[in-house]
């Protein structure tokens, strides 16, 4: 069955030593699906994955399983710039019976061979060896230095369909996500943009996950859930307006920072003004102009999420 839906790529909670917070994780992980979310989507950019060790990803992962969180909401981000340490974590979280993984290609050598990603994927998936473990690729080429283009996915689906599923786009690059869902109608195309969701569903998208969801998924939820309901039109622009708002502004400074200022100040828990180096907390976040209009945006979204 293709997988598709609304997934919040998460922030990850950490202590003033910055080991992850394992029961603020949690909480907010269900708040999110209590809130619309179909998954988390834990350890991605958002998730400051790539500051964090091997070992903390393991234990927070299993933690949330311990106290409760199905494995099948969970969608972790694997993929890492070592293959063996990627088919490392891999393997740990298919203990877990965790089903789906969204995995980067091997970072920081910069454009890469087409047949070098190929590689680096077929020896994840070789080495695990396992047809029900699925793979959503992550393509982010601002981010990564590398591109998942056409060709990767085209051979990467020949190669293996029963464990290559699906993508997700970050390349904000709307033309490019819709040729990918019309050239492979069995893969799953996600969203990486809230701003996005909207049209990409409608040309045969199948979601989204997305950094902004962590403060605004019940309306990127609605999106996903109404896009091609036309009876439904109305209501969705005006979603889709005020979803989009919200992005532009989120992401008017550093995204994970600001986010994780509002969620100290929503929650009034002083655990999520601390981030991992080199990125630093938003300070005076109160008198932060950006940070007051976002949440008259949330109050708005409130309002308008109670028609649902």
Known sequence: MKLSGTYCAS???LNKDFSINHEVFFDHCNKLLDD?????????????????????KMEATQSLIDMGL??????????LASMNESIKLSTYMKSLQITYVLMLPSFYYNDPSDQGVVDYYSNIVESINDKKFKVLLYHIPQVSGVSINLNIIENLIRKYPDNIVGIKDSSNDLNNMIETARNFPDFSVFSGSDSLALPLMQKGGAGAITATANVSVSLLSYIVKNANEKSKNKILEEVHILQDIIRKVVFSQEQI???????????QNNI?????????????????????????????????????
């Open 11 to 13: 922030l990850t909670p």
């Open 36 to 56: 619309g979310a179909d998954g988390i989507a834990i350890f991605g950019t958002t998730g400051e994955s790539n500051l964090l060790s091997l070992e903390a």
């Open 70 to 79: 199905s494995p099948s909401k969970l969608l972790p981000g694997t993929g």
């Open 257 to 267: 920072s600001f986010m994780k200022a509002i969620m100290q100040i929503m929650s």
């Open 272 to 308: 999520w003004e601390n981030i991992m180096p080199p990125l630093i907390s938003l300070k005076e976040i109160k008198s932060n102009k950006n940070i007051q209009e976002a949440l008259k945006l949330l109050e708005q979204m409130k309002k308008l999420s109670a028609n649902f």
